[in-house]
């Protein structure tokens, strides 16, 4: 079973960039699809960005234009790029994979804090 493990989060200034990784202890070459979600506490969690084994990628109306999600399977690694960071993007950063392409995000890593100050 392939476990995940985000890093990257912190505390930035508004108008900042932070890059978030999610490094996977196994293979993520046969993988279908990894994605960000974000979770601020009393909301539901929500999909950032994903990208598929292919490299299509798609990212939520909320971020476009400032995120990015991309993938290094060499590295087993995805990466999200924040950059133009409002206080609203504060939240509880998690990775996620579906293995096959019917799968719903079934594996997921334990989250990385995003704090956002204006």
């Known amino acids: 079973q392939v476990q995940l493990v985000e890093s990257g989060g912190g505390l930035v200034q508004a108008g900042g960039s932070l890059r978030l990784s999610c490094t996977a202890s196994?293979?993520?070459?046969?993988?279908?699809?990894m994605g960000w979600h974000r979770q601020v506490p009393g909301n539901q969690r929500e999909l950032v960005a994903d990208?598929?084994?292919?490299?299509?990628?798609s990212v939520a109306d909320s971020v476009k234009g400032r995120f990015t999600i991309s993938r290094d399977n060499t590295r087993n690694t995805v990466y999200l790029q924040l950059n133009s960071l409002k206080p609203e993007d504060t939240a509880v950063y998690y990775c996620?994979?579906?293995?096959?392409?019917?799968?719903?995000?079934?594996?997921w890593g334990q989250g990385t804090q995003v704090t956002v100050s204006s």
């Open positions: 996620a994979a579906a293995r096959f392409y019917y799968s719903p995000f079934g594996i």
């Open positions: 196994g293979s993520i070459g046969s993988i279908y699809r």
């Open positions: 990208i598929t084994s292919d490299g299509s990628t």
